[in-house]
């Protein structure tokens, strides 16, 4: 990659290695061992020692409301035996796991490590629901959304209900997104949710806050992903036969948090921007990519993230789901293992299961889900209703 | 500074810019004016526009947990004019300011930006006690230290009460470094405490949890802090009269979260690894530092700090306090502008008002507490009670 001075910038980062435990619901997991197993399946997975991995960057958003727990860095690192490395936390609300992941890929790039690990957790299912749904609010700005009693789900709700407004995009024509994903979660074994939905399921589902149904929404679980990122060099040493994926395009973009404060609700500018920045560092396009792992935290959010990362024109983002693109067999195939609608999207982790996800399709072992021919893949990673939005773009090595 | 192959692994980062709020108590301050405050001052100080930075990192604790709001990077951003920017928030506890620094000198050393603001802030103040009680806790590991009554002053004079039973230290031999803080927080504008303490103020000063006092800890309070960074390159085509510092090293070790999961409760095993690394960075060793401005958040870790950092040995780090060596006019002043003790330990802010402070001491404009001649100086800023410890070495540029 250069930089725009046209010299060398960065070093070529590769993912060496990736791990996940089943995305699950249950009182008594303890995060640290969700975080230690997910760690160390990505190191067996890069075939590498404690001893050879110097930093430790953890995607988390509410360990320290619902747990009781900051200081996860130190706290994994040590259960995963690699007490004393570089250790700290990201947070960046729904974004979190990328965001760690994109530190973890700017300290390899930027020459200041050679080998790392990224672990991405969040445990939600043993606290209240009023305590998550309050919890999730603080992704919202609590000044302006959340004290007024906006909570995440009604935040998103007005988001589509100015698209349905503005578009006169009809109910039907989000339940597309939500039946792929639920189709591509049964092929899926980490998923959560395996259970088919048709069109009437999901015109069925119940009304959270409308227009969002219980099948526009994802579900609350816990869960833990992990990756192995090496530098060129350390990669060839290695000499396993894990993954081995380039990855080309790493990009964060922001906008402000509160919806009203944006230029215009329906575009989302963070994830405009971050897109943009990702294809210009790889040298690619939209047309380029054979999957976009993309944040469809709600479905509304997938049709503006589609339109934002340049797929689709302004309005016309459902229309992919509806002509049968975003389909597993379809060009540009979205949430392929299930999504955060189907695989679940225990939030802070989710950003570090799409990768991993994403590295098993480029690697040719996503089973029954396998994108054929995928070399090229794009993956979104979304913080609020689109305030942070972190943009990887991987390849096959 | 080489890598180990001998290769040129990072380029040079200077700090170019500093800013800081009072430190303060309020139930009505709003985080994101004291953030936007703290950024607008860095900015100005160096004589840069929004425009020219690229990414804004902010090391922050609790304000999830106090303030129901997370997401602060895009926040803060928005709220100084950066919408856009990358931005995201780094924790590690009461070492979040500095593991912000840390990312923030990762992205320019590494290639990834030429000019960023790293901004550290804590609101704790607006919070009732108890509250901030548990707040605090989340830094030590729950499930073996908090869920079983442990608070951070409790763990603190666990350490204490070690020291003084091994070393057979008396509670005046931990005096002479909260008087000095308190001396040295009456020159500096915005400390918190204004207040002269002598050895019978210390004595008689309430006891917190036994044998820790009110005189060996730190206040609750509110305050921001912020520095912009930048390459080179970039410093050289600023022209203006503003800070120019260099940052020689950047390390972070760690240690279990857990007291009684350590080799010896005694040795900040974390502190002495962080310190080694920033050591063997800069090619320097302790004897090289005309300032250690290290984590005095409680007496006892002051002299744990000055022993795991190589300036004493087991037992002895107290006898630089009594000796005078910590002194403003010693041979290597610790608290220059007062310390988390009297200037105040906002949490997550409090490691950048240690490279703020530390900045203004290289610069020579540290007013009445200039310690003269100082031209190197290391910082050291340490998250939980010894599980993260970030340091950075400072040079007059």
Not at 21 to 37: N, Q
Not at 189 to 216: F, G, Q
């Amino acid at each position: 990659m250069l930089n725009k001075h046209g010299e060398l910038a960065v070093r070529k980062v590769y993912i060496a290695g990736i791990g996940q435990t089943p995305v699950s619901k249950g009182e008594d997991i303890r995060g640290r061992y969700m975080a230690r197993d997910a760690i160390h399946g990505a190191m067996i997975s890069a075939g590498v020692e404690a001893g050879d991995i110097s930093a430790l960057f953890v995607g988390n958003m509410m360990g320290g409301i619902l747990g009781s727990q900051q200081q996860l860095g130190p706290l994994y690192a040590d259960a995963a035996g690699l007490r004393g490395v570089e250790a700290m936390t990201m947070e960046a609300a729904c974004g979190s796991g990328a965001a760690a992941v994109r530190i973890g890929y700017s300290a390899i790039a930027g020459g200041l490590h050679d080998l790392v690990v990224v672990c991405g957790m969040e445990r939600m299912t043993h606290a209240p629901r009023d305590a998550v749904t309050l919890a999730l609010a603080t992704a919202a700005d609590w000044e302006l959304e959340g004290a007024h009693g906006e909570s995440f789900i009604s935040l998103n709700a007005r988001l589509m209900a100015l698209y349905m407004d503005r578009y006169g995009t009809r109910p039907e024509q989000f339940a597309p997104f939500a039946i792929a994903a639920h189709a591509n979660a049964l092929n899926n074994p980490n998923a959560l949710l395996k259970k088919p939905i048709d069109l009437d399921a999901y015109l069925d589902s119940k009304v959270l806050v409308p227009p969002v149904k219980l099948m526009d929404a994802p579900p609350t679980c816990d869960g833990a992903a992990a990756i192995v990122l090496a530098s060129e060099d350390v990669l060839r040493g290695l000499g396993r036969a894990g993954v081995s994926i380039e990855i080309v395009a790493s990009a964060v973009g922001t906008d402000s948090l509160a919806i009203d404060r944006r230029a215009d609700p329906l575009k989302l500018a963070g994830a405009e921007l971050s897109s943009q920045r990702a294809y210009a560092q790889a040298g690619l396009k939209p047309g380029d990519m054979d999957i976009f792992e993309l944040h469809d935290a709600y479905t509304v959010i997938t049709a503006l993230s589609l339109e934002a990362a340049g797929f689709a024109k302004p309005g016309e983002g459902t229309r992919l789901g509806e002509e049968g693109v975003t389909q597993i067999d379809g060009d540009l195939p979205i949430a392929t293992m299930g999504g955060l609608k189907a695989r679940g999207h225990p939030v802070g982790a989710t950003g570090v299961y799409q990768i991993v996800e994403t590295a098993l399709q480029l690697s040719g072992e996503a089973g029954q889900n396998q994108v054929r021919g995928a070399e090229t893949a794009m993956v979104q990673n979304i913080g609020g209703t689109g305030a942070t939005v972190v943009t990887h773009i991987l390849r096959a090595g």
